[in-house]
């Protein structure tokens, strides 16, 4: 047992299968990895209480994510979710814990993480603000504390999964390659953060459904779009096509080398054209794009 970098929690840590990484399995931040100079790193890389709970949902939110040094700057900028927001976090996660309504649920620590609170303290006033809008309902006592999801959550529920102008997620569309990791977490994902969005990636995130399912549901609760069609990847053809369909504005984008794969419908569009060896140009034109098209939050 070891300490966890990002919340001080025990964890449990073993090695990534070889000497250079750990996977750490943490009761807050779930299971991510850290290579070890990123281990040596955090801890003169200052973060506040803030950072530190943004980094744990983050992972949370995309398990067994990477942490290298190249990227503890990143992890470092994620942009806090709004109270609200953070609200609507904690009640989707009700919801996927709950299996029928009317069901109590027994409150367990590891609730902070799902709603990127600091400490206890914050998480008992986001659900004392969901009990006073009647979204849950609290029953308190000296053995435990449980709640459930009430007739109001579910509503709020219904709402928060539409089409949603004010959402703060864009769906990221691509190939899930092993050569585009690094490409996804420094410089895709790290472009629409800049722009003030949370990028969501269907494979980074757990759930209990049929994948189809989860990325239909993932791309109606999002704002936007971003389709990298590098690989020529038949899924991303088909999420692309499912959002604007709901009138959901996509950002194109293709490696230079894979431009000619590109399906002619696809041409017609301005695509965001990159390469390897200008990877900071491709992380700003993404920024731009999604500030000239979508608006920066």
């Known amino acids: 047992m070891h300490i966890c970098k990002i919340c001080g929690q025990s964890a449990v840590y073993a090695d990534k299968g070889s000497f250079d990484a750990y996977s750490v399995n943490c009761p807050l931040c779930g299971y991510y990895y850290i290579t070890r100079t990123a281990f040596v790193n955090l801890e003169s890389a200052g973060l506040s209480l803030r950072q530190k709970a943004n980094i744990s949902g983050w992972l949370r939110e995309n398990p067994q994510f990477e942490i290298s040094s190249s990227n503890i700057e990143f992890l470092s900028r994620l942009n806090t979710p709004s109270f609200h927001e953070r609200a609507d976090k904690l009640l989707l996660f009700l919801e996927k814990e709950t299996e029928f309504a009317g069901e109590y649920l027994e409150r367990a620590s ?13 998480l008992i006033e986001i659900l004392s603000f969901l009990t006073e809008v009647k979204r849950i309902r609290q029953n308190e006592s000296l053995a435990s504390s449980t709640l459930k999801i009430e007739a109001n959550g579910w509503e709020h529920l219904e709402k928060i999964k539409k089409i949603n102008a004010q959402s703060p997620q864009c769906f990221v569309a691509m190939w899930f390659s092993d050569d585009l990791e690094k490409i996804y977490d420094e410089v895709i994902s790290a472009g629409i953060i800049e722009a003030g969005y949370t990028p969501h990636r269907v494979d980074r995130r757990e759930h209990n459904g049929k994948i189809d399912d989860e990325i239909i549901a993932q791309i109606k609760q999002s704002k936007f779009l971003l389709a990298d ?8 053809y088909y999420e692309a096509g499912f959002a604007k369909g709901l009138n959901i504005e996509v950002i194109w984008s293709c490696r230079a080398d894979h431009l000619e794969d590109l399906h002619f419908d696809i041409r017609q569009y301005n695509c965001i054209v990159w390469s390897e060896n200008n990877l900071e140009e491709f992380k700003k034109r993404i920024k731009n794009r999604i500030g000239a098209t979508i608006g920066f939050r």
């Not at 069609?229 to 991303?236: A, D, E, K, S």
């Open 110 to 122: 590891d609730w902070i993480s799902h709603c990127w609170c600091i400490n206890q303290e914050e």
């Open 229 to 236: 069609f590098t690989g020529n990847r038949g899924g991303v």
